[in-house]
């Protein structure tokens, strides 16, 4: 059996507040196969971001084993924490987070820029076309409709190719019929580039058409197949 592309174990995560230490997640173990589309679900507050965040390295856990696509994030400096992430995750937030006054095509080409590939715009626009946006590469996110900027962002994601794909609420801002098409472009990608495919949502409908599902309740994993999490 292959290396899963992420493996936690035993992770705990407690942030500071004023009322003292608050344990976001405790005890989480969890296997995620190369290649596969996993469903974090779970009620508001059961700590499904804080466990992608973990995954992304965007939130350090604090104790436990983190590892992603074979690097030990919890031994790694930021500096190359950030330089993985780069090269080996794509994330997708619920609020896009694109750059306001970048076109489209800047938008994509931008991770590409910071990594040094001579041809980020040609590979930007590529990408944009692959996600339907062909026709509005030179526009500003305002500019586009909520749907679109998603789609923006999706390319933006997959821009260095990366092995992971992580989205939170990725059809949270969406209407039905537009959300539906995002998560059909999203599951299309995932399975075109043989990438893994993790992503958080409260859409039961969209959970349903993951490979696996895992269930969250208090910061711990409550549902899940065996092999997910042994």
């Known amino acids: 059996m292959n290396e899963p592309i992420v493996r936690l174990d035993n992770v705990k995560l407690t942030l500071t507040s004023r009322a003292g230490p608050v344990e ?14 996993l469903a974090i679900v779970g009620p508001s507050g059961s700590g499904k971001t804080s466990l992608l965040m973990v995954m992304a390295g965007l939130e350090r856990a604090t104790s436990g084993s983190v590892k992603v696509a074979g690097h030990e994030l ?7 924490l950030a330089l993985m992430r780069g090269a080996e995750i794509g994330i997708v937030f619920q609020s896009f987070h694109l750059v306001p006054t970048m076109t489209a095509l800047e938008n994509v080409a931008l991770p590409l820029e910071l990594a040094g590939a001579a041809d980020a715009f040609a590979i930007a626009r590529d990408l944009l076309g692959e996600v339907g946006l062909e026709k509005r590469v030179d526009h500003f996110p305002a500019q586009l409709s909520g749907g679109e900027q998603q789609r923006v962002a999706i390319a933006r994601a997959l821009s260095r190719a990366p092995k992971l794909i992580l989205a939170d609420e990725p059809t949270g801002n969406l209407d039905g019929k ?11 990608l995932q ?3 043989d990438a893994t495919l993790v992503l ?14 895992i269930t969250m309740a208090d910061g711990r994993i409550e549902r899940a197949a065996e092999a997910l999490v042994s």
């Open 24 to 37: 976001i997640l405790r005890d989480v173990t969890l296997r995620v196969p190369e290649g596969r589309s």
């Open 74 to 80: 919890t031994r790694l400096s930021e500096d190359a």
């Open 178 to 188: 537009t959300g539906r098409q995002v998560v059909d472009l999203l599951f299309g």
């Open 191 to 193: 399975r075109r580039r």
């Open 200 to 213: 958080v949502t409260h859409d039961a409908r969209l959970a349903e058409a993951c490979d696996e599902t």
